[in-house]
Structure formats: structure tokens, C-alpha cells
């Protein structure tokens, strides 16, 4: 996966770049509340596999009740105003996906991480 992950880009310099936006959009700057917890929950798809701890599943955090967006947002708070993540956020469990074709072949596989 070294070589995949690290692939050179293929950026063409006559490229245009995008403009900015018209006018500046409203960007909220105070802290996380429990209803933009809620909403993210909500939008989260069900049947996804958990991160690095095995147990943590997006039904765990819909069905889990207030207790669970209390700390989710409290955890998230306390990020966002430290600016700085936890080290074991920085630990991903990258799993191979086979592509179609030769499986034999290290190129026909694309790297997910969990």
C-alpha cells in the first residue's frame, strides 16, 4: 500500500482554479451543541463496520439515547477547543479491498481504513 498511498498526483498546472465563493458564508464558531450531535448521528449509515475498538457502530451511537451525545459532544468540545485529537485517533487498521481482476495482483486492491 506504500506506493499507493504515496502516488504522485496528476495536478494539470493549466488547470483553472476555482473561484471563491460570491459572498462569505455564515461559519459558526461556538461550540458543538447536542442538536449538530444529533444531526450527524442521524445521517450516519447503518451496517458500517467500527473503527480501531471493534465496537463503536453507528447503531451503537443512534440507539445509545442522550447519555451517548452528551459524551460524544463533550468529547468533541473539549477537541475542538484544545485543537488537538487524541493520539488514538491517529491509529487506523487500513484493509485491503479487492478490485476486479488478478487477485494476484497487489495493484488490484484498494486500501479502506478503519
Known sequence: FEE????????????QAIPPAPEDLPINQGPITINEVEQAINQLKDGKSPGIDHSITPEVLKYGGRWIMNQLCNICNEIYNNQQTPKQFNTNIIVPIPKKGDKTLTTNYRGISL
Request: proline residues 8%; hydrophobic residues 35%.
Open 4 to 15: 499507493l498511498l504515496n502516488a504522485k498526483t496528476n495536478i494539470n498546472p493549466n488547470t
